[in-house]
């Protein structure tokens, strides 16, 4: 039986509750600490999943394909994230409920469960595609998938099982910062920084065939709709509330930076490996290739350990926080409890929608080979989701949120522009991919 965990539940505004006094420890210092210490949240969770094997796929090819020259994009991404996801931690927090649930109260049922469905496909995809990456790592190693994938979904499985909420986030957190090993590559590359601050000013890459598809696909691999699901019920699950508001902001722009910046570490590594850019379009579609390619400029053991160990904290932490967002989608829906504070008894929906997405997932990947036609239609699907669930993330932030924490005129009017530039980018891409 899981120690239950005390509920926070949004109460009246009120002002930021005092940390304690330290002897000797100034303001200051002690509001750093204070901020440092919320990093570990959902905000930050949550973005470190954003770099799964996709995104990492993806910044790869545009370091490979174009240089530096999607370097500005990618640093342009982060108010983006952070814009986006801000709006959702603040819905979680003023009214302690999930995404799927105020929709399910404001707009019906009818939307709720189109949304959930939907929501489900473009799990189950990313899920396969986790467990994809994490067969491709192991396969390098010589380890067959018919190991390596049941025993990914087993660990999963365990670590979700025997976790109040606070202990799978810290798993999750530290597996997500095995990415990091991203940024000692794109060192380990020495990247020559005078073409980096070129591509802040030149213009020359977007006048080439395919450059407007790739800003596409890295805007497309930023904003999931799965993420707004899991970061809205994890601080609820957390047991955050009003009065967290700070903490969550300091969370999640962190998690914003971070992401954006392994993703920044993949674009410099292999840009810097294959000579700033003019890689053969495609050449760098898979984990084994991104290895290879870093191999003459970090050699044989660096460049396979770094993208082994990063790509392997991506999937890990992204295969859970998908799970996740499906389990407490479905329990929002249909209003069952769903808690990593409670046991398996007390909420089997809950639990039993996020086994069996991992069975289902690994039944899928060992029975298909999941490969780059997987990727790119879970792609697809994330494309066609993300107008719903942005929508009604704008929706209800006009109508859920409470007088207090709603959002003024300019910055409605600047997140509605970053979102509506998100889903059009995002179509875009959905539109070319399917050659319509």
């Known amino acids: 039986m899981k120690v239950m965990e005390t509920r926070h539940r949004p109460g009246p505004p009120g002002p930021a509750r005092p940390g304690p006094r330290r002897r000797g420890a100034s303001p200051p210092l002690r509001g750093a600490l204070v901020l440092v210490l919320a990093t570990l949240g959902p905000g930050l969770m949550v973005m470190l999943a954003d770099t799964d094997a996709g995104s990492v796929v993806t910044a790869a090819q545009s370091g490979a394909s174009w240089g530096y020259s999607m370097l500005p994009l990618e640093l342009a991404l982060v108010p983006v994230l952070y814009l986006v996801m801000e709006l959702t931690s ?15 109260e404001h707009y019906g049922r009818r939307w709720a469960v189109a949304s959930v469905a939907l929501l489900f496909l473009t799990t189950t995809g990313a899920l396969v595609t986790e467990l994809a990456g994490l067969s491709s790592v192991a396969a390098m190693e010589g380890v067959p998938p018919w190991l390596s994938v049941p025993a990914a979904a087993l660990l999963l499985a365990i670590v979700v099982r025997l976790g109040t909420y606070r202990r799978v986030e810290r798993v999750g957190v530290v597996l997500g910062l095995c990415e990091l090993a991203f940024v000692v590559a794109a060192v380990a590359a020495h990247p020559a920084l005078r073409p980096m601050a070129d591509s802040f000013v030149s213009t020359a890459a977007v006048h080439r065939p395919g450059y407007l598809a790739m800003v596409a696909a890295n805007i497309g691999a930023v904003v999931m709709p799965w993420m707004v699901f899991y ?34 570490a993949v674009l410099i590594a292999t840009s810097a490996a294959l000579g700033h850019g003019g890689a053969r379009e495609g050449a760098l579609s898979s984990v084994p290739a991104i290895s290879a390619a870093l ?25 859970i926080v998908v799970s996740l967002a499906a389990a407490w989608a479905f329990s929002d829906l249909t209003r069952h409890r769903g808690s990593l504070n409670d046991s398996a008894r007390r909420a089997p929906a809950f639990y039993g929608v996020y086994f069996a997405s991992l069975a289902l997932a690994a039944a899928i990947s060992l029975a298909s080979g999941a490969g780059p036609a997987l990727a790119i239609t879970v792609e697809v699907g994330n494309a066609l989701l993300l107008p719903l669930v ?32 998100a889903v059009g980018l995002n179509l875009a891409l959905a539109w070319q991919v399917l050659g319509l």
Request: hydrophobic fraction near 50%; avoid cysteine; aromatic fraction near 2%.
């Open 231 to 264: 970061q809205q019920s994890a601080v609820v699950d957390k047991g955050w509330g009003p009065r967290d508001l700070r903490a969550a902001r300091a969370d999640t722009a962190v998690g914003a930076v971070v992401t954006q910046g392994v993703m920044v």
């Open 295 to 319: 191999v003459p400029a970090l050699g044989h053991l660096g460049g396979r350990l770094a993208f082994e160990v990063g790509m392997a904290g991506a999937a890990l932490v992204a295969a």
């Open 390 to 421: 942005l929508g009604s993330l704008l929706a209800l932030a006009r109508r859920a949120l409470p007088v207090p924490y709603r959002l003024g005129t300019a910055r409605t009017l600047v997140t509605s522009l970053v979102a509506l530039g």
């Open 90 to 104: 603040r819905l979680g927090l003023t009214t302690g409920k999930g995404h799927a649930r105020l929709v399910l």
